[in-house]
């Protein structure tokens, strides 16, 4: 076997890192395009964005086991090829179904690629240097989080929505054909895969998901809405119950004894439900009701967007100044003041002046979130499980997404719609109010995560942490 080589390794992960990250946000501010061209409503945009990231979330841990198992290049390539290919598809779309699916088909290529870019890198680097690969790892994915609004609305204003998934193809195919010759093949230990918690966390997340979305327009009491609704939550309890008994679980249940794991996680999902479920509903009312372009509704996200890029150095003496629980709490606290801010001065005729105090502190809040969560993970976690943690950690962020849209989006419906500027506001606002109150809660929970066990400074790199990728 060839040795693998750090600069080819990094050209071909960090362009694919950059690529997917770019996506989780490129569609943003091309949805009030797509919900005009494609003559959908609340439902459809909500879908188009949560097909993506639900299939992310649920085929991270098993994408890894396969992995390990047939072949980490081999496998990369192939999620690469249906993530290209899936671009091109969404880029087709004759209507809102099919954008959808193929959505659904992306988020599972990107669930496989995005994981293995930092596995074949930390194995293609010298101890010594891997420090500077990760950093440049996480650079990379934020930068794809950073611009991806910006770019998103660019090439929406040039040309048409269709092009946000068409620049993927030549990127794509350009990597399919390099990554042969620049990646080195690795293997990890073979693991059993776990399709039957595969099956059941997928449906029950997709149950509840639909529940929600479907709500509002059929009624809470509908035979399907509740029919969903309970189906996902009896199969989420027998996905857990499964998970509890069988013995190679695709998420070990013992992680969550420790208050710490259980914690942690839980402010990942509430940060994610509310900031993400809120970046929904704020691009659109940028630019449906604040009557900015595309472009410029990505360039005015950045001080929201772009501030961990700027922050985000500054955590490390920080957290070796207060702690990790300390820092933690601060960045829910920056989140839920800036949240609430938006809730508070958000009209029909709220200036954009008047929004930038609140993108900032909730973009200070989420640059100091993401640093100390991932110590905390991997530290509140048993060694042998780090790279589990890890991936298990990133699920539940994108189902934070997930729920934060489908969530928000139904009390949006309930209170509002998109008929008039006032009717937006009406159901943006409580929205927001919902979601600063879940950030504050978080907050306090906080306060709740015990001192870090000795482990906590080990780093992992078989299943990474990705930097977030939200809507």
């Given at each position: 076997m060839s040795k693998p080589h750090p600069v080819r390794t990094f050209v071909i992960t960090g362009v694919a890192l950059f690529m997917v990250a770019l996506d989780n946000?490129?569609?943003?501010?091309?949805?009030?395009?797509i919900r005009t061209d494609l003559g959908t409503g609340l439902e459809g945009l909500e879908w188009t964005v949560n097909a993506y990231t639900l299939t992310f979330a649920v085929l991270l841990l098993p994408a890894a086991a396969v992995a390990d198992r047939w072949g980490r290049r081999r496998?990369?390539?192939?999620?690469?090829?249906?993530?290209?290919?899936?671009?091109?598809a969404a880029a087709l779309a004759p209507n809102i179904g099919m954008l959808i699916a193929a959505r659904a088909v992306q988020g599972a290529g990107g669930a496989?690629?995005?994981p293995l870019t930092l596995t074949l890198l930390a194995a293609a680097v010298p101890p010594a240097r891997r420090g500077v690969a990760l950093a440049a790892w996480s650079m990379m994915s934020g930068l794809g989080v950073a611009l991806g609004p910006v770019l998103g609305g660019a090439?929406?204003?040039a040309a048409t929505w269709q092009w946000i998934f068409w620049i993927n193809v030549p990127v794509g195919v350009v990597l399919l054909a390099l990554a042969p010759g620049f990646l080195t093949e690795s293997r990890g230990a073979a693991k059993r895969l776990d399709l039957v918690g595969t099956v059941l966390v997928a449906g029950g997340v997709l149950g509840l998901v639909l529940g929600l979305v479907r709500a509002n327009e059929h009624g809470w009491t509908s035979?399907?809405?509740?029919?969903?609704?309970?189906?996902g939550a009896v199969l989420l309890l027998a996905f857990a119950g499964y998970e509890a008994r069988t013995a190679e679980p695709m998420l070990p249940m013992r992680m969550f004894r420790s208050r710490g794991f259980s914690v942690v996680n839980g402010l990942s999902l509430a940060m994610s439900f509310a900031m993400f479920g809120a970046t929904f509903l704020l691009i659109q009312f940028m630019q449906g009701v604040q009557h900015m372009s595309p472009l410029d509704a990505g360039v005015r996200s950045l001080p929201w967007t772009g501030m961990p890029l700027l922050v985000a150095p500054l955590t490390a003496p920080l957290i070796a100044r207060i702690g990790v629980r300390n820092v933690l709490a601060l960045a829910m606290v920056f989140q839920t003041a800036g949240i609430a801010w938006l809730a508070a001065v958000l009209s029909p005729t709220a200036s954009y002046g008047e929004m930038v105090p609140a993108f900032v502190l909730a973009g200070i809040g989420m640059a100091l979130f993401f640093p100390p969560i991932a110590r905390a993970v991997l530290g509140f976690a048993p060694p042998e499980l780090s790279g589990v943690a890890s991936g298990v950690s990133n699920s539940l962020r994108q189902l934070g997404t997930v729920l934060g849209i489908a969530v928000l989006g139904a009390v949006f419906a309930a209170q509002g719609d998109f008929t008039t500027p006032q009717a937006f506001a009406d159901g943006l606002q409580p929205a927001l109010w919902l979601g600063a109150a879940v950030l504050g809660v978080a907050a306090v929970?906080?306060?709740?995560i015990p001192a870090l066990p000795t482990h906590a400074e080990q780093v992992s790199v078989e299943a990474p942490e990705p930097a977030e990728t939200p809507a």
């Open positions: 946000l490129i569609v943003t501010n091309a949805l009030p395009d496998l990369f390539i192939g999620g690469l090829a249906v993530f290209t290919a899936a671009s091109a496989i690629v995005m090439v929406t204003q035979g399907q809405v509740l029919g969903a609704l309970i189906g929970a906080a306060l709740l």
